[in-house]
Structures are given as C-alpha cells and as structure tokens.
C-alpha cells in the first residue's frame, strides 16, 4: 500500500491529519459512532459479541426483519437480480417500480408517485427539481439535512433563489416570513411531518391554512411519520384527521417500511415534471428488485395490520411518560422518537457509555445535527419491543442518569 502520512503546507492532506477529535474519544471509550451491529434477534441486537436491546433504531414497525419481508426480497432476487444497473431514466425502470408507485400513490391519497433510490436523494432530487430562479424555499429550522442538502443543490444550480428559514414549528414567525414576500413570486413551504430528532409533530392544519392565503405549495416530509402515527399509520395528515393535506407529501423506505429508497407524491404533471428534472434519479442507479418487493410487502403489512402503528404508540406513550416521571427532559417529542435532552455534550457521551455499557443501544446526537447546547440521546422505538425490553431501558437509562449527573 503506498500512502503518505506525512504532510506539508498547502497539501490538501493536512486537515485529515490534523482532526484528532474522532481518535481521542475512540482512545477514551467515548465514541459512539460507526459501531458495528453482528447480529438481530427482535429488538435486540449483537454488538461487540454482547447483546443490547436497540432503543435507537428507526425500524418502527419491525419490517426490516419480517420473515414476509425478507422472503419478498429473497425472491425478488431469484426472479429479477440483484441491480437495476442503471437509472430510471434510462435502463434502470422495471415493471415493479410503477406498481409500487401506484400502490404508494393510493396509500398517500395522491394522484401519482415516483421512487428513489434513496430517501435523502428523493429530497435532493424533488427539492432542486422544483425550485427555480426566482422563486422561494420556506423551510423549519430543524427539518431534516437531506432537505437543507436539497436547498443546497437547488443553490448550486442557480443561485437566485430565496432561501427563508423559520423558528422550529414557530407559526406566527412563518407568518411573518410569508407576508413579506412578494405575491408573484413562487414559493415552496417544507417541513417534516415528525422531526427526526425531537419527535413533535408539523402543525400541519396552520402551515395548510396560511399556505392558502399566501399562494405557497407544501412539501412534506413523512419520514418518521408514516407507520408512526395517524390511526392507521398514514401520517401527519391523518395525525390531523385529514384536516389538512400537504401539495407533496415525500417519505422514505429505510425506517417503517424496512429497506431502503424514498419516494415523492402528487398531481401526476408535478411527479411527471420531477421525473425529468431530478438530477439523483437521472443519474443514479434506481431501487434494486430486493428493495422494491421488500417495500411491497411492507406497504401490505402496514395496510392490513394496523395493530402494528396502535402497539408502537402505545409503547411510544409509556416511553414518554416513563422518561418524562423519571425526571428527563424530553422536549416537546408526541412521538416514538423521544430525546433525551442534556445539552451538554461531555455528559451526553458518558451517558450514552453507561447505557451501551449496561446492554441498551441509543444514539448520541451532538451539534450540528442538533443546535448547539441541545446535545441529546435520540431514543426510538419499534413494535416489536416487549414489556420487560422497556422496562429495561427505562431502568437502565434512570441509573444512568444519576451516574452522569443528568438526573
Ligand atoms: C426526515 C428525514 N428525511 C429524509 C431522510 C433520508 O432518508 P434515508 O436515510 O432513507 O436516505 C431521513 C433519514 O434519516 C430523515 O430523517
């Protein structure tokens, strides 16, 4: 192998070197990240040889590892191969691709969908599809990065467009923002349906009524939402009792419906316009068969087993009142991704040791995924926890606490 590790000033290198943070946690036992999972069993997980219940996962309903699911895929396999090849624009559309659109596009109550590769890419490619020089992006202060990314790469393809950011779910500042734009000039509003790192819920009923009044489309991003919440599992709209329903409504695979992908629906001339526009899915390979007749299956399992979303927030409501009698911060979270709010990062680590250390599996999340001084545990939850698995980590997480100065 024939690397250097030496550098000198102006080698492009030297940053590399000089980033010890990474390394000094790692020799402190203090690293969280990139550890690597050997094994399932439910909701349990094999790291390091040892057994740890997950309580950070975002496999919500348990498909990931559905005997139906995995079979779905398996077969998919034999029959179609293990690739597409190529994009969905050029060799890489099957006949799957388009009945799973169809059948996501009935289950979002929407005209048309189209699939991605993956769920951050559906959010680049839609986001920088749609808007254009001279128009405007509205977008939450938390909403997740693959949307700011998407911004970003609307920017970078020209950079005349206006990018407004409002408080986290701050109504009245989103108000504000749109009376003082212009009447005429095209706007997209985006927000996640359930923020990934806090839990709440989008105020989908205000957000609709002021995007009527000021002429503006919403994009709505139902990552954590969809098998979450709403009385079947159907999200933020339903959460609302379909008070109100978003223009776009986008989600990914890779959480309740246990592969990986994403897809964004709408009226068909909207999907159709993004289908020619979107530069991740012109140029990048699409959804392999696996992926694909996993989603089927879980899109089938969601629809007739609605048991699966009451179970998961029924435990998602013990879990918060749980933390919350234990004496922890969990924000403004009404879902089953619940935080566990420290602030301080050094705290926030040796909290999370404690945890990993005593078999409970959550993630970390620091700054800049978080603001800063909102470091946090991100703890979530699937179906298919049992009783005794929360009771664990509640347990667990209260003796943590107290040892990390927390409680
Ligand atoms: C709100 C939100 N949108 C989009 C994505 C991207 O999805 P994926 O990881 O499936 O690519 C995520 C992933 O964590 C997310 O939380």
Not at 213 to 241: F, Q
Not at 280 to 309: D, G, T, Y
Not at 364 to 369: T, Y
Not at 382 to 393: K, N, T, W, Y
Request: one cysteine or more; proline letters at 4%; a negative charge.
């Amino acid at each position: 192998m024939n690397t250097t590790t030496t550098t000198t000033r102006g080698d492009l290198f030297q940053k590399c070197h000089e980033f010890t943070e990474a390394t000094e946690a790692r020799s402190q036992g203090l690293y969280p990240y990139f550890r690597p999972i050997e094994g399932f069993s439910g909701a349990r997980i094999i790291s390091e040889g040892r057994e740890l219940i997950m309580a950070g996962s975002n496999n919500y309903l348990g498909l990931s590892l559905d005997p139906r699911v995995r079979e779905a895929a398996i077969d998919a396999v034999k029959v179609y191969g293990a690739s597409c090849s190529g994009s969905r624009f050029m060799n890489g559309t099957l006949k799957l691709h388009e009945e799973l659109e169809q059948r996501l596009a009935a289950f979002v109550g929407k005209p048309a969908a189209l699939c991605f590769t993956t769920g951050y890419q559906t959010n680049l490619g839609a986001i920088s599809a749609l808007v254009g020089r001279g128009e405007h992006i509205i977008t939450d202060k938390l909403n997740h990065a693959s949307i700011m990314d998407g911004i970003f790469m609307a920017l970078g393809m020209t950079r005349q467009i206006q990018v407004h950011r409002y408080k986290h779910n701050n109504i009245e500042q989103l108000e504000q923002i749109l009376q003082s734009l212009p009447a005429d000039e095209p706007k997209l509003l985006v927000t996640d349906g359930v923020f990934s790192m806090e839990g709440d819920i989008a105020r989908l009923p205000q957000m609709r009524e002021l995007a009527d009044r000021y002429g503006v489309r919403i994009y709505l991003d139902e990552a954590h939402a969809i098998g979450v919440i709403g009385a079947t599992g159907r999200g933020t709209v339903e959460h609302h009792d379909g008070a109100a329903m978003a223009d776009l409504v986008m989600c990914t695979f890779s959480k309740s419906f246990g592969s990986i992908g994403g897809f964004v629906a709408g009226d068909e001339a909207v999907v159709d316009f993004i289908k020619h526009f979107a530069r991740p899915l012109i140029f990048s390979a699409s959804m392999p068969p696996s992926n694909l007749a996993a989603v089927m299956k879980s899109l089938e399992i969601i629809e007739n087993e609605p048991e699966r979303v009451s179970r998961l927030q029924q435990i998602a409501a013990r879990m918060r009142r749980g933390f919350t009698e234990l004496g922890f911060d969990i924000g403004t979270s009404e879902t089953a991704v619940i935080p566990l709010i420290i602030g301080d990062n050094q705290k926030t680590f040796l909290f999370w040791k404690y945890l990993y250390e005593n078999g409970v599996y959550v993630n970390p999340v620091v700054s800049p995924a978080v603001p800063p001084n909102r470091a946090l545990i991100r703890t979530s939850y699937m179906a298919i926890h049992e009783d005794s698995d929360l009771d664990r980590v509640l347990e667990v997480s209260a003796a943590g606490g107290k040892a990390a100065g927390i409680l």
